[in-house]
């Protein structure tokens, strides 16, 4: 069974600090995604990587995949209140499958 | 553009009952993706469904569960005699293309009392 860790499974950070997420796995992907989704609703994508060492950035978020492509870091700099919420990693498996496999999740909450 | 579209947001079911969840993708997208979130579990991949095709059910339970995807209208997700353990949120996803990003609807409460 494939599977993917994410670490930490919580995090309470101060706003204004730095944090990094990351997302583990023994498969190989053909691309990774990354969510974040807020109670009662569904994930929101963020950003898809796809080359093995890829580099991603979104304003105070930046994305990193594994040359390996088995693993992948989320960076949040300067972290706010807004960017609280549950966020997912997911790897996609490839061939004819197309399934995303999703992390095991990590709880962010920024405090004013 | 409309995003995906699932109703009813929520779903309250007796024990034995079916429940029908209905799915409408992005305009333009025709694969479609079901995944259910149980309290404290990550997201699990269900069946994945083309226009009149089912591609991979690997995730779908053996009984009880069904999919389709029709040539018009929404993908429906069909339990029928649930029980409390079908107490989940759904979640439907689509694609423009096979393994594209997927964008998700925001979901179906199912409570099974």
């Known amino acids: 069974t494939q599977l993917l860790e994410q670490s930490p499974q919580f995090l309470s950070i101060q706003e204004g600090e730095n944090l990094t997420v990351y997302c583990n796995s023994s498969s190989v992907f053909s691309s990774l995604q990354w969510y974040r989704q807020e109670p009662g609703e569904g994930p929101v994508l963020l950003v898809t990587?796809?080359?093995?060492?890829e580099v991603k950035k979104l304003k105070r978020l930046t994305f990193q995949f594994g040359d390996a492509r088995k693993d992948s870091s989320l960076h949040i700099t300067a972290a706010q209140p807004g960017d609280t919420g549950l966020y997912l990693c997911?790897?996609?498996?490839?061939?004819?499958?197309?399934?995303?496999?999703f992390g095991t999740g990590t709880l962010l909450a920024v405090q004013p | 553009n409309a995003g995906v579209m699932q109703n009813p947001r929520h779903l309250v079911r007796r024990r034995g009952q079916e429940a029908r969840l209905r799915c409408s993708p992005m305009k333009g997208h025709s694969h479609v993706y079901w995944y259910r979130q149980l309290p404290e579990e990550g997201l699990k991949f269900m069946v994945y469904?083309?226009?009149?095709?089912?591609?991979?059910e690997s995730g779908m339970p053996k009984e009880r569960f069904s999919a389709e995807f029709p040539k018009e209208g929404p993908s429906i997700l069909r339990i029928q005699q649930v029980v409390r353990g079908d107490s989940a949120a759904y979640f439907c996803a689509s694609s423009p293309l096979p393994g594209g990003e997927a964008f998700f609807g925001q979901g179906t409460r199912l409570t099974v009392v």
């Open positions: 469904l083309q226009k009149e095709n089912i591609i991979d």
């Open positions: 997911a790897g996609e498996l490839g061939g004819a499958t197309n399934k995303l496999i």
């Open positions: 990587v796809v080359t093995g060492g």
